[in-house]
């Protein structure tokens, strides 16, 4: 579980910055920004903001890095909510790219990173970089709103805003930054397919015995992770600022003593630097992971329950355009529990598996 200390070369990163040096991008950014003041004169000194972190396909390992200022932008969005629009000086303590601190990162990377030995460094793209400012492709998408109800709301926790106190106005040369996720409460990124995939295969060994490692993520056609090849560099590709030696892994097959993953996260939110914990997208991340990996693993145990056994051939009977009569009937709230037995039994299945899994919405009704 060794994680070794942060150098200084990885410290002090950008969200840009640390997507542009990591081996998978794992989800999108929305950055709202906003003074917290009404006033013209303090509007340019005092920012506020929320990162929101959205959940996207994984595509393959990269082999060279950075990443193209094309495919940065790809995944990272400013909104701002203002009349006037930000100073670019300004959003430089949150959105700036330093050529030659991307350029050390990687080369310490590649020095001491078990993951980055054979990644090349990219010099055409590198080339690309600005030498310390915000890229033009996020300046040209930046998009300026003249005022945004949820603003404030996506910014509520448990620590009071700093920018709430006018005389803290300019105690700070740092625009705070809230860190927000959007959830699966409703287990819609599981898809039907990788469901069906754990039906079957429990169905098909018939063993209760069978304890397969469940450890999804959001994949595109070709998944990082295999679902009963668990891959333990998931997460220190996705955070090379966070296990800055490619070491420390949840549930490395290497370590001679077996960690649960839920204690594992558990250590690492509450390592004493406090890294994990105030990642900008990391706890949303691993979230995500438990709750997928709940979902199929209650679906896996529910395929062996006699019950089960008993309605599947009924369920199998269900045809597309059932499905789709009564979604269209639930908008209209005109559906009718007693027209479709099978139909119904299936969403109980449903209700049953997401009703176990922490944070989905029928948990709360369980």
């Given at each position: ?8 070369v ?10 542009l040096?990591?081996?998978?991008r ?9 003074s917290?003041?009404?006033?013209t004169t ?16 994984v595509?393959?390992?990269v ?7 094309a495919?940065?932008c ?5 909104i701002?909510?203002e009349a006037?629009?930000?100073?670019r ?6 959105l700036t790219v330093?050529?030659?601190?991307i ?9 001491y990173?078990?993951l ?7 010099l ?6 600005p030498e310390?400012?915000?890229p ?15 603003a404030?709301s ?15 106005l300019?105690t700070a040369?740092?625009?705070?930054i ?5 959830l699966?409460v ?25 304890t ?17 090849n668990?891959n333990?560099?998931l997460?220190?590709?996705l955070?090379?600022t ?6 420390g ?8 003593i077996?960690?649960?993953?839920k ?6 939110l509450?390592y ?5 914990e ?7 991340v ?12 209650h679906?896996q ?6 019950y ?12 597309s ?24 039994k299936?969403?109980?299945h449903?209700k049953?598996?997401g009703?176990?899994?922490m ?7 369980a």
């Open positions: 579980m060794w994680l070794g200390d942060i150098p200084t990885l410290q002090g990163l950008t969200i840009p910055e640390e997507k040096i990591s081996l998978y794992h989800n999108s950014c929305i950055i709202k920004l906003q917290p003041f009404h006033s303090t509007a340019q000194t005092a920012l506020k903001g929320n990162c929101i972190t959205f959940l996207q396909n595509p393959n390992i082999n060279s890095l950075p990443l193209t200022l495919d940065l790809d995944t990272l969005k400013v701002f909510i006037r629009p930000p100073d000086l300004h959003l430089r303590k949150v330093r050529k030659k601190k350029i050390e990162a990687l080369q310490w990377l590649k020095k990173n078990i980055y030995q054979n990644i090349n460094i990219n055409d793209n590198i080339a690309q970089l310390d400012d915000v033009e492709c996020i300046m040209s998408t930046l998009e300026q709103k003249i005022g945004d109800e949820e404030q996506e910014r509520t926790g448990y620590v009071p805003d700093p920018l709430l106190n006018p005389k803290e300019t040369d740092v625009i705070p809230s860190n927000s996720g959007v699966d409703n287990g819609s990124s599981v898809s039907s397919d990788e469901i069906t995939n754990y039906f079957l295969h429990k169905i098909k060994t018939n063993d209760q015995a069978v397969e490692n469940v450890y999804l993520i959001p994949h595109s056609s070709k998944p990082v992770n295999e679902y009963f668990f333990p560099k997460l220190t590709g955070y090379p966070l296990f800055c030696y490619g070491r892994a949840p549930e490395d097959q290497s370590r001679p077996e960690i649960k993953f204690e594992h996260i558990r250590y690492l509450s004493n630097d406090r890294r994990f105030t990642n900008h997208s990391f706890i949303f691993v979230f995500n992971l438990l709750q997928r990996r709940d979902a199929c693993f679906a145990l529910i395929a062996t329950k006699p089960f056994q008993a309605s599947a051939n009924e369920i199998q009977s269900i045809k355009k059932d499905i789709e009569a009564a979604l269209d009937n639930n908008t209209k709230r005109t559906y009718n529990t007693e027209t479709n037995s099978a139909l119904n299936l969403l109980q449903i049953t598996v009703g176990r899994v944070g989905s919405a029928y948990s709360r009704t």
